[in-house]
């Protein structure tokens, strides 16, 4: 596919999605949108609002009951081994596994290992592409840490690293910023502010606050269980919108020509 062709071609489709919990819950339902690549997007929504199970689906780790969902055109069930090959994911902090003794270089050149065909093989240009990875979290200096060793903050940031190692024109990302202290938010999400502009690729976020990658994000998508509101993050943050979604306790505020949102809302989405 030309690069004229993939820029015709929507970064997300959905038309008519619906998709259940394992235990038969609706998790979504009548969800029809369309982003252009390519984008940084956010998707927002309550705890329980169906953010992480959309990714799932995106994945094709989920089936959609009801509809479709494609990335890049290709289809979440017929076409998932596509997708991802074509997808760099970071799952939430608390599914990594501590146990395993790896050293941080070890976790970013994953980045660059696992789409490889065995045997796989760390090149030069994989250290050199990992180390610069590396260098945009402002975790170089850790190259030869024991990973278990870091703090949350610190592990979060070498697993964007290891995205950022990696390869494909998608950048995948769920809650990488919950429970990370304020150094590490900063590093993140100007590591991929940075990374999206200098390489074009797309970036899909969940996040239960979108406060720290306003000024970056292009689409977002508010979810409730279906998809509530769709735009630019200040379309998105309209009162009488995010009122009904957060309910009355939360606010919109202005600063500086941005609407930003403040919500009781502050835990990660565990349910989906």
Known sequence: MTTEEQLAVPLLEAQDLAVKYPNGELALHDMTFSIDAPSFTAIIGPNGSGKSTLIKTILGLM??????????????????????????????????????????????LMGRLMKKPPPRFVSGKDREVGKSALKRVDMIDLWDRPFPELSGGQRQRVLVARALAGEGQILVLDEPLAGTDAESQKMIVEA?????????????????????????????????????????????????????????????????????????????????
Do not use: W
Not at 68 to 89: A, N, P
């Open 63 to 108: 089936k959609p009951v009801h509809g479709f969902v494609r990335v890049l055109g290709h289809d979440s069930v017929k076409d998932s081994k596509t997708i991802q090959r074509l997808i760099r994911y970071v799952p939430q902090r608390d599914h990594i596994e501590l146990t395993v003794p790896m050293r941080v270089k070890d976790i970013v």
């Open 192 to 272: 991929l502010g940075e990374y999206q502009r200098d390489f074009d690729v797309s970036i899909i976020m969940v996040t239960h606050d979108l406060n720290p990658i306003h000024v970056f994000v292009k689409h977002v998508l508010l979810l409730r269980n279906t998809l509530v509101g769709i735009g630019t993050p200040c379309d998105v943050m309209d009162p009488e919108l995010i009122k009904r979604v957060y309910g009355p306790a939360a606010e919109v505020v202005e600063y500086a020509g941005h609407r930003y949102c403040i919500t009781p809302d502050s835990g990660v989405d565990r349910h989906d």
